[in-house]
């Protein structure tokens, strides 16, 4: 897929608010006086697991398919993704009335499928391998001439994703840190351009699982490193940094914060036992990450963006004979 | 237990609102698309299961604890209670500073006790049969000189619980329904005061589930009927109505509706995956009845109380081998 590579700038989130504002929701910003206790420092959650579609996926599809001209609208949007930001397109393309072609690995469970198929949009399945991913895309572009939207390595994308943040700080002016689950870096690079744009003296963290720690090692190394195979029981964050999300992580971020798969399961159910939120794992990762390093948090005041909530609730990490990464 | 028995008045709701304002959270209301669709209706949920201790019934408990005077409340607070309410009132009581004796039965779950117990309040072990339950809490009063705090038939505590429907009607004023679980009544009294107090025009419904419809059948009756054996897997639903909800409930309820477990299962997997909030089988009693008697909701303004978000995540009605009533 082609992205479009370009930087967004503060301006360009604060454009992408006023786009989605008729169609996305403020979600609110949760508080938990027991997890500030565990924490040691005060966490205000962002609750994305509240936005349209359950994840914060919907900012980025819909400012991209909001911001197309008459022309490429007409000419319909493409994207692969068995995910999140396959419903987030499919709803967005049809709350615009147009066209939205999904391209989807054949591994894809039903239920996510049946998501995007119940937003209206047209399901292309490929085989599993990226290679094959690519050649469907490519082949789905040139039959439709329509646009395509890529999942976090596009500009219009980060600059969507980044308006969860502005929401945040307005909720919430005086926070020294704030932290997102990284995969790709769209839901990250939004973040922390959002946060310095607004609060130069914050502090962005990006969170992410050990054992999918490709953006670990990319900021470590100083180059993208795409060879390495994930292993979480974190479904939403197994894609490896784009290349946009490295140079804007690169400059803006303090530090990937690593957790275990065992400290995620254990985050993701205090959320649900402290805060009632039924989020996905993924969405557990910044919570973990900050009660492994606590010490660098202490006593700060740290914006945690729940990224989702899109869950199967028969297949809990938590129950015997599930959890084991696949 | 000697309750006290007065009715409150919507003055006396307005005064519990103040009172307990420095403690109690304002819960939001959430909103689903989704849940409107199937439903028929707008449904307007009340998120008590963010209130602190993850229910409604910190309202009613700390109304009572910090409504009394400076004397009673020296010689410290009785009750009797297994579950939400005295955790509530061990919380209340430690906010206050004052002592707390919670007579709970031996067959009480662990998790329960240690609730209790975390917020510093002496537990005071019973056996399971009422009558030993009202044994050793006269007992404890003797002993103390405590206030007895009743965890339904007690107008401090009704007051109270109807402050979640004024803050309900302040939040979304033009109702033309407003739903609620019942077991003792003190919730659900609470709401039909507050909410016929603010607007008379409004319909206040109580919903039951079919397998503890003593409530239904007390108000079908024109008596207490207190000889029902519940058998539902709605662990907070399972006592009698008092007498004082009775009268009531009598003169301020439209009907009761009923629901079947396994349409309380269902409503409660609705809320998770829909809403993403994790709430008690007992907090889904509403909806599971809004969903069986939807004509009746048909185009309305709905408020629904969702009483309360303490659930055992490893012994979910979903999982297989659970789900059955005890």
């Keep these: 897929m082609q992205p479009s590579i370009h930087e967004p700038s503060l301006d360009d989130i604060r454009d992408a608010a006023a786009r989605i504002a008729p169609y996305a929701h403020v979600t609110p910003v949760l508080h938990s006086r027991s997890l500030d206790a565990l924490a040691g420092c005060e ?27 008459q022309e490429q609208a007409a000419r319909g949007v493409v994207t692969q993704s068995s995910g999140n930001h396959g419903a987030a397109i499919a709803l967005a393309c049809r709350l615009r009335g147009i066209a939205a072609h999904v391209v989807v690995p054949r591994s894809a469970p039903r239920i996510k499928l049946a998501a995007i198929a119940d937003f209206g949009a047209r399901i ?45 700080l307005q909720q919430v002016p005086a926070l020294d840190a704030v932290i997102a689950p990284v995969s790709g870096g769209g839901l990250l690079s939004g973040t922390a351009l959002a946060a310095k744009g607004l609060r130069p003296e914050i502090a962005v963290y990006g969170a992410e699982p050990e054992q999918a720690a490709d953006a670990y090692e990319s900021l470590r190394q100083g180059r ?33 914060l690593l957790a275990s798969e065992a400290e995620i399961v254990a985050a993701m159910r205090l959320l649900w036992e402290r805060l009632k939120q039924v989020v996905e794992p993924s969405a557990a990762v910044p919570l973990a990450a900050i009660l492994r390093h606590a010490a660098r948090f202490r006593g700060q005041r740290v914006g945690v963006i729940l990224s989702g909530g899109n869950v199967d609730l028969d297949a809990l990490p938590w129950t015997p004979g599930v959890g084991t990464p696949p």
Tied chains: 1, 2.
Excluded at 141 to 152: K, N, Q
Aim: with cysteine; proline share 5%; hydrophobic share 45%.
């Design 43 to 69: 966490l205000y959650f962002k609750a994305e697991q509240l936005q349209r579609i359950g994840a914060f996926k919907f900012r980025g599809a819909s400012n991209a398919v909001f911001g197309l001209s």
């Design 124 to 168: 292309v399945p490929c085989e599993v391998a990226q290679a094959d991913r690519d050649r469907v895309t490519a082949q789905v572009l040139a039959e439709t001439g329509g646009e395509l939207v890529h999942p976090f390595n596009d500009a219009r994308v980060i600059a969507g994703q980044g308006t969860a943040t502005l929401e945040l």
């Design 224 to 256: 993208r490193i795409t060879d390495m195979t994930p292993n979480t029981i974190c479904d939403g964050l197994r894609a490896h940094l784009g290349p946009l999300p490295f140079a804007i992580l690169g400059r803006h971020c303090e530090a990937m």
